[in-house]
């Protein structure tokens, strides 16, 4: 069974960075497709951002050019770097790898000043 633990979010003014972590066990971590997503208070839980295998990303265009998926392997985990934060990007991000029901129980980004 997948287990996801998502990690690093926090309090950040706008225009400043924050690196989320999502480490992954129990599935061949090498071969799956993972995406962040995030939910803000009163909205429905929207993609992020996906990477593949390969280690190629896709970007929702709210977030492209200002966050970067990359993922390790060897570690089992997969990153979000999130720069130029805006008061928008808040909200619960979560990961979720393709292909699976599990969810991890998230980790909160507040941008405000």
């Known amino acids: 069974q997948v287990q996801l633990v998502e990690s690093g979010g926090g309090l950040v003014q706008p225009g400043g960075s924050l690196r989320l972590s999502c480490a992954i066990s129990g599935i061949a971590f090498s071969t799956s497709a993972v995406k962040w997503y995030r939910q803000a208070p009163g909205k429905q839980r929207e993609f992020v951002a996906r990477i593949i295998s390969t280690g190629s990303p896709t970007y929702a265009d709210a977030v492209k050019g200002r966050f970067t998926i990359s993922r390790d392997n060897a570690k089992k985990t997969v990153y979000l770097q999130m720069i130029s934060l805006k008061s928008e990007d808040t909200g619960v991000y979560y990961c979720?790898?393709?292909?699976?029901?599990?969810w991890g129980q998230g980790t909160q980004v507040t941008v405000s000043s």
């Open positions: 979720h790898v393709t292909g699976f029901d599990s």
